[in-house]
């Protein structure tokens, strides 16, 4: 029961994550959307492959979940073919570049091994992969083949990923820093 009860948890911090993003990214970065759902930043994507890293199938579980809502009720809710295809693309791209994390980086329960140029190929990685799967859903619901969409989001969750994962591993350095200068 405390697994499962640590597994919901896991999954509403990605939900209430990806939501905060989204919406951060609405206030900072409208003015850069491209089409409806593609921008050149966007930061729920650092936010997709961060909860998938360190929650591992509960994160993409959530992303699942929160992909649906965002999809099914905010981007698309007229379309619900391409909501549920596209909310199942945006939590897979997360979970595949995790499990290559997994596989080729001996990612364990601790993102320890996640140095700077790891994080930044996982970064190219997820980004490339999210795009590619998109651009491959587009192809089967018939949309042919938008490749300048394809380039805007692959770009725009590369340059999200990474201000979402570096400012995550800024974030995570800052206590030690404060507390070398308290000890002064």
């Not at 921008?39 to 994507?45: G, T």
């Not at 649906?68 to 379309?79: A, G, I, Q, S």
């Not at 945006?90 to 979970?95: D, E, F, N, R």
Request: with cysteine; net charge positive; glycine share 8%.
């Amino acid at each position: 029961m405390k697994n499962l009860l640590t597994q919901l948890v896991m999954m509403l911090i990605t939900i209430t994550l990806f939501l905060l993003m989204l919406v951060l990214n609405e206030w900072l970065f409208s003015s850069l959307e491209f089409v409806r759902g593609v921008n050149w930043i966007y930061l729920p994507a650092g936010v997709r492959l961060l909860c998938t890293l360190l929650f591992a199938e509960a994160g993409a579980a959530g992303l699942l979940i929160v992909s649906w809502l965002v999809c099914f009720l905010y981007f698309f809710p007229d379309d619900w073919i391409r909501s549920f295809g596209g909310g199942i693309v945006a939590a897979l791209a997360p979970y595949g570049t995790f499990c290559v994390a997994r596989r080729y980086f001996g990612l364990g329960a601790s993102l320890a091994q996640l140095t700077p140029q790891r994080l930044l190929w996982l970064s190219v990685v997820y980004a490339l992969a999210n795009a590619l799967l998109h651009l491959v859903w587009s192809v089967l619901r018939g949309d042919g083949l938008p490749m300048d969409k394809f380039a805007v989001m692959m770009l725009g969750d590369f340059s999200g990923t990474l201000i979402v994962l570096y400012g995550f591993k800024a974030l995570l350095m800052l206590p030690a820093k404060l507390n070398r200068y308290e000890l002064k």
